[in-house]
């Protein structure tokens, strides 16, 4: 099956530098990666996705890039603010890719942003 | 924006004993998923449901576990006979229907804890 794997565990910057979260996959045939952010005793929450016909995707301060050859994905967070310090989840869906497949997660990164 | 529900937020349990954990999915929704965290470690997928039957299931999601949809708007997942590893929280997830993956928005949880 399916496995991810995602580093930094523990990401510290100053505000309004940017930030790199980056996660590998293994099953080739993976073709939808989700970033999910969790705030303290809440769900994760979609932030962006990405799809394997695409090589990067933007929305405002956050983007995702993905390179199928080397199988990793990245997200990157520009002018970091206060409100961007949460988990940070990176997962892929592998098989078919069709219908009800669950998410495989990364063990997460846990971004700190210093005022 | 609509929102996946779930009840309770906190579930206390003796080992043993059966709970049901509930979930109300996305109103247009027609693809949902349990999810569980085990304390500190990454977001696990249990089982997809989907028409009425399971459409996918992990190693995790073994005969103590099942899952239904009772009426029009609730999804539940039911634990038989819980063990004290069956302590995490449990995330229910919902998405729309398609032939390719569709993000996967995810309720708060419940914290189970197994006494």
């Known amino acids: 099956g399916e496995n991810v794997e995602q580093h930094p565990s523990t990401l510290s910057v100053q505000e309004g530098d940017s930030a790199v979260i980056k996660c590998t996959y293994s099953?080739?045939?993976?073709?939808?990666f989700p970033w999910y952010k969790q705030e303290l005793g809440k769900g994760p929450q979609l932030i962006i996705d990405?799809?394997?016909?695409?090589g990067e995707k933007k929305d405002q301060r956050i983007a995702v890039t993905l390179n199928k050859t080397a199988k990793h994905f990245s997200l990157h967070i520009t002018e970091t603010q206060p409100e961007d310090s949460a988990v940070y989840f990176c997962?892929?869906?592998?098989?078919?890719?069709?219908?009800?497949?669950?998410?495989?997660f990364g063990k997460g990164t846990h971004l700190i942003i210093q005022p | 924006e609509p929102e996946v529900t779930q009840t309770p937020s906190h579930q206390v349990t003796q080992m043993g004993q059966e709970v049901i954990l509930r979930c109300v999915p996305i109103?247009?929704?027609?693809?949902f998923y349990w999810y569980r965290q085990i304390l500190g470690q990454k977001v696990e997928f249990l089982v997809s449901?989907?028409?009425?039957?399971?459409?996918?299931k992990s190693e995790i999601f073994d005969d103590q576990f099942s899952v239904e949809r009772p009426d029009g708007s609730n999804f539940t997942l039911k634990i038989r006979s819980t063990k004290l590893e069956d302590s995490a929280m449990y995330f229910c997830?919902?998405?729309?229907?398609?032939?390719?993956?569709?993000?996967?928005?995810f309720g708060d949880g419940t914290r189970l804890s197994i006494l």
């Open positions: 997962a892929a869906i592998g098989g078919s890719g069709g219908g009800a497949d669950g998410l495989t």
């Open positions: 109103s247009n929704h027609l693809y």
């Open positions: 990405i799809r394997s016909n695409v």
């Open positions: 449901f989907y028409n009425n039957e399971i459409s996918e």
């Open positions: 997830a919902s998405s729309l229907p398609g032939n390719r993956n569709q993000p996967q928005h």
């Open positions: 099953d080739s045939a993976s073709n939808y």
